[in-house]
């Protein structure tokens, strides 16, 4: 992009910087300090950018702060609380949560992950399923790529999903995130859900803009986004009629983004933002991801 509009503008690159709004968080995620491990991937550490990194043509004024000091700084330089608590909006745009596939995709181990899925699950009364698509999860230093557990039919009751939550990822060796299911237009509890060849198209991106903003909407209707650090909302493509999507609500509070837990929204303000999403044509079901980070990282992919 930095190429593109030297070019358009007909500017000298050896006159032009480029200026990032690289956090610290970032540089240690993607292996920049000596004793870290690349946990995953930035835009803003990709090779061209390291190329200028190493000529001395990057400007990044915030390399080493963590976004809660970011946030301290704009409070003391006189910013408005609209552009200070502002979420964190993804450096690909909404297009990293609209999560693609073939349709052909294969998924090995999961009748035996099913297996350990029931077997630590046998005294909570609770069904379950586990999805057709792969997330990114942090276990170690290393990234993980799992197919997540869904709970269906759970307690609403955030302590009980926290610690079930916590020991499936805990004792099942592949899995790095669980979610509830919200709601869904599709009340056969014995479909299994099916994954489809669905790309990151114009469609998917205006639905999950959508999506997105009435999700938005909702936290600053009632006062929530100082408390909630990101709400990301990530289309799947797969559902039980193998012809719709899927939406996952993921919203975290963290500090220092290296760690998070998952947000506890009130259920009285969650059941609408449900079913006002479950009217977007398109949609089929809604979960919720209640995996703290680690193991299971921020977003998706």
Not at 119 to 128: A, G, I, Q
Not at 141 to 169: C, G
Not at 190 to 215: H, Q, T, V, W
Not at 272 to 295: A, N, Q, R
């Amino acid at each position: 992009m930095r190429d593109k509009f030297l070019s358009e503008l007909n500017l000298s690159e050896a006159e032009w910087m480029l200026g990032q709004g690289t956090l610290y968080p970032d540089i240690i995620e993607s292996g920049g300090t000596e004793h870290a491990e690349v946990i995953k991937s930035h835009h803003n550490r990709v090779q061209e950018v390291l190329d200028l990194v190493d000529s001395g043509n990057v400007v990044e004024p915030l390399k080493d702060l963590y976004k809660d000091e970011v946030r301290q700084v704009g409070s003391l330089l006189g910013l408005p609380d609209s552009i200070v608590w502002r979420h964190p909006f993804p450096g690909p745009g909404l297009a990293i949560n609209v999560l693609s596939a073939r349709g052909d995709e294969s998924f090995p181990n999961l009748e035996q992950t099913a297996d350990e899925v029931s077997n630590c699950l046998k005294e909570s009364n609770c069904d379950f399923s586990i999805l057709p698509v792969r997330s990114v999860g942090v276990q170690g230093d290393q990234r993980t790529y799992t197919s997540p557990v869904v709970l269906i039919n759970s307690p609403r009751d955030w302590d009980w999903l926290e610690k079930e939550a916590t020991r499936l990822t805990n004792e099942v060796r592949n899995i790095n995130r669980v979610v509830l299911q919200l709601d869904s237009n599709n009340k056969d509890l014995n479909a299994p859900y099916i994954i489809r060849g669905a790309f990151c198209s114009k469609d998917r991106l205006d639905l999950l803009r959508e999506a997105d903003f009435m999700a938005t909407q909702m936290l600053k209707e009632n006062g929530l986004m100082e408390k909630i650090f990101q709400l990301l909302v990530i289309l799947l493509p797969i559902s039980k009629n193998g012809k719709e999507d899927s939406l996952v609500l993921r919203p975290v509070v963290s500090e220092d983004v290296m760690t998070a837990q998952f947000a506890r929204i009130n259920w009285n303000l969650l059941d609408p933002l449900v079913e006002s999403l479950l009217g977007l044509s398109g949609i089929e079901t809604v979960f919720y991801d209640i995996t703290h980070k680690p193991p299971a990282t921020f977003g998706w992919e």
